[in-house]
């Protein structure tokens, strides 16, 4: 995404931001959706888009774990480990979906075929339905059973790829 690209896109929002810092996260989230993640001229274009140095951006980028600075599956499964989760199976969830998917136990990552990236998350806000999973930063669901969650990852690798990635 070009840097004309961005300051189009964050014109008309500029005045719902006090704080010009507070431009990167909107700047960022949208340079994402064309390819799924931030490539290192999404970085540049965002730097030159909003006057920030690379490297300030850069560190925005990689604090927020909704934004990718390398590639990603076409769908990412977000799966909360916290508390209430974990106390409700979520261990049993994530071990069966890394092992279905052929991805490292401890790491997360992305299926061999590109599709699917398994991950960590922390407390999704959702602890009366846990187990819960979080597709693509935007639908959250649960309970799952490590059946249940693999059937989900099956429907979403049959599904058309999204047209945007807003994650
Ligand atoms: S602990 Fe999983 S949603 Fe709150």
Not at 5 to 33: C, G, N, W
Not at 87 to 96: I, K
Request: include cysteine; glycine fraction near 6%.
């Amino acid at each position: 995404m070009t840097a004309d690209e961005i300051r189009a896109y964050l014109e008309p929002r500029r005045h719902e931001f006090a704080d010009p810092r507070s431009l990167v996260m909107p700047a960022l989230k949208y340079a994402q959706t064309t390819r799924g993640h931030l490539s290192r001229e999404d970085l540049d274009a965002v730097a030159e888009a909003t006057g920030f140095t690379p490297s300030f951006v850069e560190s925005v980028a990689s604090f927020y774990d909704r934004l990718y600075t390398q590639p990603v599956g076409n769908r990412v499964v977000s799966v909360c480990i916290t508390l209430s989760c974990m106390l409700r199976g979520s261990d049993e969830v994530w071990d069966h979906l890394c092992e279905k998917e052929g991805i490292d136990h401890h790491h997360g990552g992305t299926s061999a075929d590109g599709r699917i990236t398994i991950q960590e998350a922390q407390c999704l806000g959702y602890c009366d339905k846990a187990p819960c999973i979080q597709v693509d930063a935007d639908e959250t669901l649960g309970p799952f059973t490590p059946d249940s969650a693999a059937a989900l990852v099956d429907e979403l690798r049959a599904a058309p790829d999204p047209e945007e990635y807003w994650r």
